[in-house]
Structure formats: structure tokens, C-alpha cells
């Protein structure tokens, strides 16, 4: 009992010592935890912060991005028809019913649903020519299609007086009603377009019906954008009995940005008689490549071949049989000049033909370079072949604009000036100078100092003597803006072509003009 008494003595005197070391430790450890928990509130205020800050920021940024939305929407609506609604707690945009109008940048109207799926626009141009002959000899008999001591006759013309519709359906399909009231000699509209095309296929167009043929690439250039005021003779007559503006074809044509291709058959053009007449039947094929194809500067390639399986007649009892002629490259006065005269006849009828062409163009800036040649083929039954060569080059150098390539025609377009006319503004819009040199001889296996006519026994009887034109044109443009211009030529024109020697005709009278001419045109087109 004592020694626990003592030792429970000696306890309690330890603790006694003890104790008040032990009770200032703890209130060390204390006040460091404490601090720490401050430290720590501290940064935890301080991320609270710049959470705050960053969610402030955030809210802005997002109100910014989503009031920009609306008003995008909200535009768009305005110019779709579309509507602007509330749905699962976001704002939608909802297609409208109503239809739109679009401008295009050249200034043509279209009406379309409200979907696109439907569109039609108004199309027409006004070429309308004036001009007249300021040269022409000899007169009078020797030349050939003018009257007796006559000249050709200068005046105006509405050379194309168009007017129609056209636009899409259904999205992939296009339209196409065109109708003319110009031409060589203006009077009663005909029809100009009537076809139809699905573009379903990318960069591809399928379409049928009467139409502008891209056989060529002079014709393949709408007559709004061409150089002067008509294309070239040479590409007119290669072009006039299988191809040509218009005519009826169908067929395809593809492109991508620097190669084209077209294939087409190709049937008779608008008002040829149907009844108990044979009708032409005939195809066409072309392909361009660019080799150089920069914004700026462009080389263009291309061939083109074109064939007739049925040669048209007149009706029962008629030969099956072609004539080419042309005018001047003008149309103030239509006389032609060139006239091969009928190449079959029923003893010997024409069983086919064929076209081959061969195309460059090239632009460097503001200058601009196209160029074609053709060979014409005839196969006549029981004479030899008639062949015809023609060709043309041509150059211009515009201020205030340039020609660009277009792909989907594998073509040049016209000139859309930087400046429009403007004299309130000092613009006066863009200007190009040209000059264009043309041969077209349809002249074939004819030897005038030998006795015998055309076609008749003797050493004429495989002859075509339809003549050789040669044509010089210097031109000069004003575009006024995308919709107006004016043109202005200069044609000297030299046409041979000699009678046939006979017994009494040693020294045949050659059948000869030089003329020259001055012809303007304004022009309107949307």
C-alpha cells in the first residue's frame, strides 16, 4: 500500500512539471494550422475571382457571339423570305414560303422560290447595227450578187432583237425560251432557244432541243462577248451546216477548270420545212485544254471534228445536196458573196461531210489572241471530194478591263469594265482596239484557163468555184458597263473569183470586188 501511495506521489508531481511545456507546443501547432487554413481561404478568394472574371468573360463573349448569329439569321430571313423561330429553347431558322428576287453583278433580276429549287429570269439583247459602204469597185455587173450598175447599200439593222426566259426547275434542271425578231434582215420573231438541261452531275450539263452549238470556239462565244461585230466568216461557214446559232442538238458537255468537252448530235434549224423533205442529221464533237490557266494569263488548245449522216433536200424528187455561202463580215447589206452554188445534184448527190478544226487562244493581262483554222470535206457520189480550207486570227489589247477564260464553254467572255461610264464621276468606262485578218477560199480543183464549165464534162467537172474572200477589220469597243456598248469596224474585203474559159471567152472577165466598210452597233443585253 505504501509503495503505491508513493508511487501515485511521484506522478503527479511529474505531471505537475510537465504539463505547461506540453500545453505551449500545442498552441504553436495551433496557430501555424491556423495560418495555413488562412493561406489557403486566401487563394481559394482568389481562384473564386478569377473563376468570376473568366465567367464574366465567358457570358460576354457568348452573348457577343450569339446576338452576331442573330442578326446573321435575321438577314438572311430578310433576304430568303425565311423565318426566325423559338424551338427547344434555341432560335432556328425556318424556311419561308415567299419568293425572292436576287441581282446578279452584271445586273440581271431572277425571281426564285424561296428554296432556290425554282428560278426564272428575263433575257434579252438589242444588237443594233448602222453603217454603209464607203468603197466599193468595180460596180455594176461585175460584181456579183448586185444589181446591174448597183452597190451594196448601207443603212441600219436590228441584227438580234431577243427576248425570253430562262432559269431552273426542280434544282437540277435548267430552262431555256428564247425568241428573235433580228437577224441579217430584221422582221418576225422566230424561235432562237427552246431547250431543257439537267445539271444534276457536277460541272456537267445534259440538255436538248434548239439551242447555240458550241462546235467552234468563235460560235462558242455568246454574240454579246465576240470581238467585233460579226464572228469570222471562216467559223461561221464551219459551223453552218452541223453546228451554228441556232439548231437542233442533244447532247453533253463537261468541263473542269482548265480542259472542256462536248459531244452532240445535231439535227435541222428552226422553220425547216417537215413535210416529205429529208432533214439534216448530223453530230459534233470538241475538246480544249488550257495549259497555262492563271487569273491572269492563259494559253487555250482545242480540236474539233464534225460530221452529216443525212443530207437534207427539199422535198420528193430533189437532190441531197449543201451550198455554202457568206456575206461580209457585216450584215448592213446581206448579199452574199461566197456561193459554192449546190454541191450534189441528182446524178451525183452528197453522201456525207465532215468538219475538222483546230483552235488557240491565249491572254496575257489586258491582251488577248484567238485563232482557228478548218478543213471542209464533201464526198459526192460519183466526183471526186470538194475541200475547203479557211482560218482566222484576230488580237485585241483592252484598257480598263480584260477577257477572262470560261470554263463551262471552254470560250473567252466579254469585257466588264473596272470603271462603268460614269461623267458625273469622271469613269469612262473600258475601251479595246482589235484588228482581225480572215481567209475563207471555197475554191476546189477549178482551172479557169482550161475550156469547160463547172461541173460539166471536160477538166471542170470535179470544179467548185464559189470564190475567195479575204477580210481586214480594225475595231474599237466602248463598254459603258456590263449591259451597254458600242463597236465600231473598219472591213476591207477582197473577193476573187474568175469565170471559166470557153471557145468564145478566151479571156474571161474575173468576177472581182474591193470593199471597204464602216459599221457601228450599240448594244444592249440583260
Same mark, same amino acid.
Given at each position: 500500500?505504501?509503495?503505491?501511495?508513493?508511487?501515485?506521489s511521484?506522478?503527479f508531481?511529474?505531471?505537475?512539471?510537465?504539463?505547461?511545456?506540453m500545453?505551449?507546443?500545442?498552441?504553436?501547432?495551433?496557430?501555424?494550422?491556423?495560418?495555413?487554413?488562412?493561406?489557403?481561404?486566401?487563394?481559394?478568394?482568389?481562384?473564386?475571382?478569377?473563376?468570376?472574371?473568366a465567367?464574366?468573360?465567358?457570358?460576354?463573349?457568348e452573348?457577343?457571339?450569339?446576338?452576331?448569329?442573330?442578326?446573321?439569321?435575321?438577314?438572311?430571313?430578310?433576304?430568303?423570305?425565311?423565318?426566325?423561330?423559338?424551338?427547344?429553347?434555341?432560335?432556328?431558322?425556318?424556311?419561308?414560303?415567299?419568293?425572292?428576287?436576287?441581282?446578279?453583278g452584271?445586273?440581271?433580276?431572277?425571281?426564285?422560290?424561296?428554296?432556290?429549287?425554282?428560278?426564272?429570269?428575263?433575257?434579252?439583247?438589242?444588237?443594233?447595227?448602222?453603217?454603209?459602204?464607203?468603197?466599193?469597185?468595180?460596180?455594176?455587173?461585175?460584181?456579183?450578187?448586185?444589181?446591174?450598175?448597183?452597190?451594196?447599200?448601207?443603212?441600219?439593222?436590228?441584227?438580234?432583237?431577243?427576248?425570253?426566259?430562262?432559269?431552273?426547275?426542280?434544282?437540277?434542271?435548267?430552262?431555256?425560251?428564247?425568241?428573235?425578231?433580228?437577224?441579217?434582215?430584221?422582221?418576225?420573231?422566230?424561235?432562237?432557244?427552246?431547250?431543257?438541261?439537267?445539271?444534276?452531275?457536277?460541272?456537267?450539263?445534259?440538255?436538248?432541243?434548239?439551242?447555240?452549238?458550241?462546235?467552234?470556239?468563235?460560235?462558242?462565244?455568246?454574240s454579246?462577248?465576240?470581238?467585233?461585230?460579226?464572228?469570222?466568216?471562216?467559223?461561221?461557214?464551219?459551223?453552218?451546216?452541223?453546228?451554228g446559232?441556232?439548231?437542233?442538238?442533244?447532247?453533253?458537255?463537261?468541263?473542269?477548270?482548265?480542259?472542256?468537252?462536248?459531244?452532240?448530235?445535231?439535227?435541222?434549224?428552226?422553220?425547216?420545212?417537215?413535210?416529205q423533205?429529208?432533214?439534216s442529221?448530223?453530230?459534233y464533237?470538241?475538246?480544249?485544254?488550257?495549259?497555262?490557266?492563271?487569273?491572269?494569263?492563259?494559253?487555250?488548245?482545242?480540236?474539233?471534228?464534225?460530221?452529216?449522216?443525212?443530207?437534207?433536200?427539199?422535198?420528193?424528187?430533189?437532190?441531197?445536196?449543201?451550198?455554202?455561202?457568206?456575206?461580209?463580215?457585216?450584215?448592213?447589206?446581206?448579199?452574199?458573196?461566197?456561193?459554192?452554188?449546190?454541191?450534189?445534184?441528182? $446524178?451525183? +448527190?452528197?453522201?456525207? %461531210?465532215?468538219?475538222? =478544226?483546230?483552235? @488557240?487562244?491565249? /491572254?496575257? !493581262?489586258?491582251?488577248? &489572241?484567238?485563232?482557228?483554222?478548218?478543213?471542209?470535206?464533201?464526198?459526192?457520189?460519183?466526183?471526186?471530194?470538194?475541200?475547203?480550207?479557211?482560218?482566222?486570227?484576230?488580237?485585241?489589247?483592252?484598257?480598263g478591263?480584260?477577257?477572262?477564260?470560261?470554263?463551262?464553254?471552254?470560250?473567252?467572255?466579254?469585257?466588264?469594265?473596272?470603271?462603268?461610264?460614269?461623267?458625273?464621276?469622271?469613269?469612262?468606262?473600258?475601251?479595246?482596239i482589235?484588228?482581225?485578218?480572215?481567209?475563207?477560199?471555197l475554191?476546189?480543183?477549178?482551172?479557169?484557163?482550161?475550156?469547160?464549165?463547172?461541173?460539166? $464534162?471536160? +477538166?471542170?467537172?470535179? %470544179?467548185?468555184?464559189? =470564190?475567195?474572200? @479575204?477580210?481586214? /477589220?480594225? !475595231?474599237?469597243?466602248? &463598254?459603258?458597263?456590263?449591259?451597254m456598248?458600242?463597236?465600231?469596224?473598219?472591213?476591207?474585203?477582197?473577193?476573187?473569183?474568175?469565170?471559166?474559159?470557153?471557145?468564145?471567152?478566151?479571156?474571161?472577165?474575173?468576177?472581182?470586188?474591193?470593199?471597204?466598210a464602216?459599221?457601228?452597233?450599240?448594244?444592249?443585253?440583260?
Amino acid at each position: 500500500m505504501k509503495k503505491l501511495l508513493v508511487a501515485t506521489s511521484i506522478l503527479f508531481a511529474t505531471t505537475a512539471l510537465v504539463a505547461p511545456a506540453m500545453a505551449a507546443d500545442s498552441t504553436a501547432d495551433l496557430t501555424r494550422q491556423m495560418q495555413a487554413l488562412q493561406e489557403q481561404l486566401r487563394q481559394m478568394q482568389e481562384k473564386l475571382k478569377a473563376n468570376e472574371k473568366a465567367t464574366k468573360d465567358a457570358i460576354t463573349e457568348e452573348t457577343k457571339a450569339r446576338e452576331a448569329s442573330e442578326k446573321i439569321m435575321r438577314e438572311y430571313a430578310i433576304e430568303t423570305g425565311a423565318n426566325v423561330v423559338f424551338s427547344e429553347g434555341q432560335r432556328k431558322l425556318a424556311v419561308g414560303s415567299n419568293p425572292k428576287i436576287v441581282q446578279s453583278g452584271t445586273n440581271r433580276f431572277t425571281l426564285s422560290s424561296a428554296d432556290n429549287a425554282w428560278t426564272i429570269a428575263p433575257t434579252g439583247r438589242i444588237h443594233f447595227d448602222f453603217g454603209g459602204y464607203i468603197n466599193q469597185k468595180p460596180e455594176g455587173v461585175t460584181g456579183p450578187g448586185t444589181v446591174a450598175g448597183g452597190r451594196l447599200t448601207g443603212g441600219v439593222n436590228a441584227r438580234r432583237a431577243r427576248v425570253g426566259v430562262s432559269g431552273r426547275a426542280m434544282t437540277d434542271f435548267t430552262y431555256s425560251l428564247i425568241l428573235d425578231a433580228g437577224g441579217a434582215t430584221d422582221g418576225a420573231a422566230v424561235i432562237n432557244t427552246a431547250s431543257i438541261g439537267y445539271t444534276g452531275i457536277r460541272n456537267t450539263i445534259i440538255e436538248a432541243g434548239y439551242m447555240a452549238n458550241q462546235f467552234v470556239l468563235e460560235e462558242a462565244s455568246s454574240s454579246n462577248d465576240i470581238v467585233f461585230v460579226e464572228r469570222s466568216s471562216p467559223s461561221t461557214l464551219a459551223s453552218s451546216f452541223t453546228g451554228g446559232d441556232p439548231r437542233f442538238a442533244v447532247g453533253f458537255r463537261t468541263w473542269e477548270a482548265n480542259y472542256f468537252i462536248a459531244a452532240y448530235f445535231t439535227g435541222s434549224t428552226p422553220n425547216t420545212a417537215h413535210a416529205q423533205t429529208r432533214r439534216s442529221l448530223g453530230a459534233y464533237q470538241r475538246a480544249t485544254y488550257n495549259i497555262v490557266n492563271e487569273p491572269l494569263q492563259t494559253i487555250h488548245v482545242g480540236v474539233s471534228a464534225a460530221q452529216i449522216f443525212d443530207i437534207p433536200n427539199t422535198g420528193v424528187g430533189t437532190a441531197n445536196s449543201i451550198t455554202l455561202s457568206e456575206r461580209l463580215e457585216n450584215r448592213v447589206d446581206p448579199t452574199n458573196l461566197l456561193n459554192t452554188g449546190a454541191l450534189g445534184t441528182l $446524178a451525183n +448527190p452528197l453522201t456525207g %461531210a465532215n468538219v475538222y =478544226g483546230f483552235e @488557240t487562244a491565249a /491572254t496575257f !493581262g489586258s491582251f488577248f &489572241y484567238q485563232g482557228e483554222i478548218f478543213r471542209m470535206e464533201f464526198n459526192r457520189r460519183g466526183k471526186t471530194k470538194a475541200q475547203f480550207d479557211t482560218g482566222y486570227a484576230q488580237v485585241s489589247y483592252t484598257f480598263g478591263g480584260r477577257r477572262g477564260y470560261s470554263a463551262n464553254c471552254g470560250c473567252y467572255g466579254g469585257v466588264n469594265p473596272v470603271a462603268p461610264f460614269s461623267p458625273l464621276k469622271g469613269d469612262m468606262g473600258a475601251f479595246e482596239i482589235a484588228a482581225r485578218v480572215s481567209i475563207a477560199d471555197l475554191t476546189d480543183q477549178y482551172y479557169p484557163t482550161l475550156i469547160g464549165a463547172v461541173g460539166a $464534162a471536160g +477538166p471542170n467537172f470535179n %470544179a467548185v468555184n464559189g =470564190g475567195k474572200q @479575204t477580210n481586214y /477589220t480594225l !475595231g474599237l469597243n466602248w &463598254y459603258w458597263n456590263s449591259n451597254m456598248l458600242w463597236k465600231f469596224n473598219y472591213i476591207h474585203t477582197d473577193f476573187e473569183r474568175l469565170n471559166p474559159r470557153t471557145a468564145t471567152l478566151i479571156n474571161p472577165i474575173p468576177l472581182g470586188l474591193k470593199i471597204d466598210a464602216l459599221v457601228g452597233r450599240f448594244q444592249v443585253m440583260f
